[in-house]
């Protein structure tokens, strides 16, 4: 009983180089999210996708690209790494997102600790 | 003023004590409230929702003023195991499709 798998769990990578961070629920929901939690600034959305097919930007999506690769799966990419992005980083699902009234929780993944020198 | 506000702690209470704090959310369209915990260096969790006319989950108990735009929790007979990091959650109409608004989290140290 996964729920929200995320992979890496730790990297460190040098400025200007690109990952992508992995995510993958398992719980049939249709929504997922992107966040990033930094010291003193609480959790803010990077991207979202409200359902498979669709992906929207959120609170702070600059220097990210978001893949939603099919309703399991959705990845975050960054091209040119800098040290401003050394955060944790936590992917979420709901079974119910989009532009309704809805009290679905999210679930999180146990986060990827990325560092950029 | 920040949409979702919440004294940070961190609040050093007696194992056994009650113990109640606060959050207040900026938008008044606000839908939807949580509560969420958070253990050190791990995810956030749902602790419970906030209806409107008040719930409570055994030692747990949420409330919801509109009028005055807050959310509260009241944890009675604290355990040792209570101590984390509770996030308040509001759920607007910003950010397009859930708009989930998370408070900085207020620190509660239970102490034996």
């Known amino acids: 009983n996964a729920g929200v798998t995320q992979t890496p769990k730790f990297q460190v990578l040098k400025t200007g180089q690109s990952m992508t961070l992995q995510c993958a629920q398992d719980?049939?929901?249709?929504?997922m999210y992107w966040y990033r939690q930094d010291p003193g600034m609480g959790l803010r959305l990077i991207y979202y996708s409200a359902s498979e097919g669709t992906t929207d930007k959120g609170e702070v999506p600059n220097g990210y690209n978001v893949s939603r690769l099919n309703k399991r799966e959705f990845s975050l990419r960054l091209e040119s790494a800098a040290p401003s992005q050394t955060s944790v980083y936590f992917c979420?699902?709901?079974?119910?997102?989009?532009?309704?009234?809805?009290?679905?929780?999210?679930?999180f993944g146990d986060g990827t600790r990325l560092s950029i020198l | 003023r920040k949409e979702v506000e919440q004294d940070p702690g961190p609040f050093n209470v007696p194992e056994g004590a009650t113990v109640a704090f606060n959050c207040t959310y900026s938008?008044?369209?606000?839908?939807?409230f949580f509560w969420y915990r958070q253990d050190c260096r791990k995810e956030p969790k749902l602790l419970m929702s906030?209806?409107?006319s008040g719930n409570e989950d055994g030692r747990f108990t949420a409330q919801l003023n509109r009028a005055s735009q807050y959310i509260s929790l009241l944890i009675r007979d604290s355990k040792l195991s209570d101590s984390a990091t509770y996030l308040c959650v509001v759920k607007g109409v910003n950010l397009g499709a859930d708009g989930l608004t998370f408070g900085k989290g207020t620190h509660l140290i239970i102490q034996p």
């Open positions: 938008n008044s369209a606000s839908q939807s």
């Open positions: 979420a699902s709901s079974e119910l997102g989009g532009r309704v009234f809805s009290n679905q929780p999210q679930h």
């Open positions: 906030v209806y409107s």
């Open positions: 719980m049939n929901h249709n929504s």
